[in-house]
């Protein structure tokens, strides 16, 4: 396999092309935030916390680094006033949708006390870790997105939700909202009751 050289916060690292910002930077112990990411997952790059600026021949700009593929000679900053502005913000916004264990973590690494908005909680992040998970790695493809905008949302099309998920339940400790878990505990919607044990049952 082919390496490359790249630079990221000054640190000269060494990656296999075709590898990720996010993988590279976490192969040389720099860490990115990210609630998204799952490394048996393809990258999705829906809740840019891992958003970090690149400098090609002095062309700057920030992308999504579990989505950017590694460049010969690029130069990553995983951390500057607009990366941590950005990400501050965001973790605020989801701050007033959950406060789980993930969350907090952020939280207090970005200074955070609270939310200024208000929200429904605990609400899902539509950060795809469930959809994903059953398609690419159970090939299931029990749930999937429906909507688009403020009213896309996760859903189960599929009958065999009734029989297969209630039995499953592997995407549940992936979901960084806890929205999943709640759905669990109160029965998905059209799922009767004696299609199988539930989480604490």
């Not at 950060?127 to 949302?153: N, P």
């Amino acid at each position: 396999m082919e390496t490359i050289q790249l630079e990221i916060d000054g640190k000269k690292v060494e990656a296999e092309r075709g590898t990720t910002l996010l993988q590279a930077a976490r192969k040389a112990g720099i860490e990115i935030p990210t609630l998204c990411h799952d490394d048996r997952l393809a990258p999705f790059g829906a809740c840019r916390l891992c958003l970090v600026e690149i400098d090609r021949g002095g062309r700057k700009r920030l992308v999504a680094s579990c989505a950017y593929e590694v460049e010969d000679g690029l130069v990553v900053k995983t951390v500057t006033e607009k990366i941590v502005k950005i990400r501050r913000m965001i973790v605020e916004l989801l701050l007033a949708e959950a406060t789980t264990g993930p969350l907090e973590v952020l939280a207090e690494k970005y200074g955070l006390k609270g939310s200024r908005f208000k929200g429904d909680e605990p609400a899902c992040f539509l950060c795809g870790l469930c959809v994903r998970y059953c398609a690419e790695v159970k090939k299931k493809d029990i749930t999937c997105f429906i909507g688009r905008g403020i009213g896309r949302e996760v859903a189960f099309p599929s009958d065999l939700a009734r029989s297969a998920c209630p039995l499953c339940r592997e995407c549940l400790p992936l979901c960084p909202s806890g929205a999943w878990y709640s759905l669990y505990l109160k029965g998905y919607e059209g799922m009767p009751e004696e299609a199988g044990p539930r989480p604490g049952a």
